[in-house]
């Protein structure tokens, strides 16, 4: 049987270097554009929650049009990560 190796409080392997909140190339850069990001795809879900919450009918159009406008900005951002 495998011997496990040890590790931190935070599950990661002793002798590792520390990586939390570092992701991809970018580091902090890329850890401040992922927060705004996320601060983006909140304010469309916000808005667009606002706008339907009033109504009794919302079309399916319009929540593909949410869905798709979401998508947009997380494939963004992961393009530029990639980059």
Known sequence: MPAVP???????RKGTPDTHGV???GGAMTETREAEVIQEALQVIDKAL??????????????????LDLRSLLT???ALQTQ
């Open 6 to 12: 040890e590790t931190t409080e935070y599950g990661d």
């Open 23 to 25: 992701t991809g190339k």
């Open 50 to 67: 606002s706008e339907m919450l009033h109504r009794e009918l919302v079309s399916s159009n319009e929540v593909a049009d949410v869905l």
């Open 76 to 78: 963004k951002q992961h």
